[in-house]
């Protein structure tokens, strides 16, 4: 596990990135926007329909971002966790990875790296829901 907390150059936030959600057993896309202090999960309406929660609100520090060394540089998993719920996130390695793990940093919040073989956080996400229950 790595942690990172260094200032980034300064990003104008929010920033608002679209993304894959795994969250209870449901996977399905959203949006992921990153503002000071607060990381907020919203699923499409199409997610909804089949079960998926509407919005998680996540404001722990630190975050959780999950990296599978064998399927990289596909996807990247960042966990969120809120009243809500928790899901296991996944945005575009190459295109968006850089700009979310910046707009992270530059929201206030240390990144907690953790590396796997295949996971994205799926299973991580649906233990910490357990967990919280």
Known sequence: MNRTSAAPPEIELPLRFQCGASYQWRNAGGHLTVAPSVLTFESSRL???????????????????VH?????PLNI???????????????????QYPRVRRAIISAGFTIEDVKTWISHGEHMARVLTRDNK
């Open 47 to 65: 997610a909804q329909m089949i079960g998926m929660v509407p919005k998680i609100t996540h404001t722990a520090d630190p975050v959780t971002i």
């Open 68 to 72: 599978a060394r064998v399927i990289f």
């Open 77 to 95: 998993g960042i966990i969120v966790c809120g009243e809500e719920g928790t899901a296991a996130l996944s945005v575009w390695a190459i295109e």
